[in-house]
Every structure is written in structure tokens, then in C-alpha cells.
């Protein structure tokens, strides 16, 4: 049934790629680079599992092998990826709509898909057409791994994107979004409430004993 709803979400989805289109979308492709760059923070490192729905995808370490291959610009290396097998798919919801997002594209195959569910309208992502890259799923050089990049520019938002692919795989690391403050962010901006709390109650002791 899963299978059923999401051929038939994309198949609606398509319909509106082929329409004319005035959404102000962009793709982006970084060959050889990693999530995340400037003003963008890792949401999803893809050590577990968890958050994704889906079906017939895998949580992978390196080395690669039939079922995958770390993507080869992810830093740190070495680490667990997502790996989505053939016929299956992996579905990620943002907490909230997203003007942007990135993340770690490896061993790019034409049979990869990446469906994107956008404020304007559904779009698929499909490497050698409306995204013209290498699509030869060569696991080592740039042109096949590196950073992906989209972006809504006149007020577009993103709520999720599944990761579909009709054989094996398609490799994936380090989801990223703009806007969140790394944890030395909140740590600075702890402190800055707590010297702003401080100075609040010298001025009330201070009105106190006046």
C-alpha cells in the first residue's frame, strides 16, 4: 500500500515538474564538497535510523560494499550513512519548513530520485535530467560525490524530501539546514541572558535600598 501511495504522489508530482514553472527553486551541486557550508547546521549525521520512514533502506558503515558506498567527500569519514536499496525509499520531515537544505550526495546514479515536497509545489530531482550532473555512480570522483544544495529564493519553504531509488543505492550523509545555532551558539546566548538577568536584578536591589 505504501508503495501504491507514494507511485501515485509521484505521479502527481511529475505533472507539475512538466508545467512551466515560475518557482524560483534552485539546485546547487558542489563537486567534492561537504555539509555543512556557511550558514548551514547538520541535522541528521545518519548514525540511527531514527526519524526516517520509509522502506527498504539501511543505516550503513563503510567499507562499501553491494548495498552502498560512503559518499567520499562526507567528513568525517568512516562514519554511518544512509543507504537507500533498490525499490525503496526514506523519508525525512523537517520540524518546520526550511527556506533551504544540503547534504552529502555519494556514488550519484540516474536511478536515484529525489522527491521534494515544497510551499509551491512537488518537485523529483533526477540526476542526468533536471539536475545535469555525472550519473555513473562512481564511488571516488567529485563529479559523482559531493555536497547538494537546494534552495527556495523568493520565499519558497520545504516540509520533507524522500530519497527513492530503483536499484542499488542511493548514498546519503549529513542533512543540513540554515538557521539553528551550533551548541557554542546557545552557550554564548545562555550567558548573554544570564548577564542580562543579573543586570535586571542589581537595578531592582538598586531602586530597593534608594
Given amino acids: 500500500m505504501k508503495k501504491i501511495l507514494l507511485a501515485a504522489a509521484l505521479a502527481a508530482s511529475a505533472l507539475t515538474v512538466a508545467a512551466p514553472a515560475s518557482a524560483a527553486i534552485v539546485y546547487e551541486f558542489t563537486p567534492g564538497g561537504s555539509s555543512a557550508s556557511a550558514g548551514f547546521t547538520v541535522i541528521n549525521t545518519f548514525d540511527t535510523a531514527a526519524g526516517i520512514t520509509g522502506s527498504n533502506f539501511q543505516i550503513k558503515v563503510p567499507p562499501a560494499d553491494s548495498e552502498g558506498a560512503p559518499p567520499a567527500n562526507s567528513i568525517p569519514s568512516g562514519t554511518p550513512y544512509l543507504s537507500v536499496l533498490g525499490d525503496g525509499w526514506a523519508t525525512i520531515n523537517f520540524a518546520a519548513p526550511v527556506s533551504a537544505f544540503q547534504f552529502d550526495w555519494g556514488s550519484i546514479d540516474s536511478y536515484n530520485r ?90 531592582r536591589q538598586a531602586v530597593a535600598f534608594a
Avoid at 150 to 177: P, Q, Y
Avoid at 182 to 191: K, S, V
Fill in 114 to 203: 529525489l522527491y521534494i515536497v515544497s510551499s509551491i509545489g512537488n518537485r523529483i530531482v533526477t540526476p542526468g535530467t533536471n539536475f545535469p550532473t555525472a550519473a555513473n555512480g562512481n564511488q571516488y570522483l567529485p563529479g559523482t560525490n559531493g555536497l547538494f544544495t537546494t534552495r527556495g529564493t523568493a520565499g519558497e519553504t520545504f516540509s520533507s524530501i524522500t530519497f527513492i531509488s530503483d536499484a542499488n543505492s542511493f548514498e546519503v550523509d549529513n542533512l543540513a539546514i540554515p538557521g539553528i545555532p551550533e551548541p557554542t551558539t546557545w552557550g554564548m546566548m545562555i550567558l548573554g541572558f544570564g548577564g542580562i538577568g543579573a543586570m535586571l536584578r542589581r537595578r
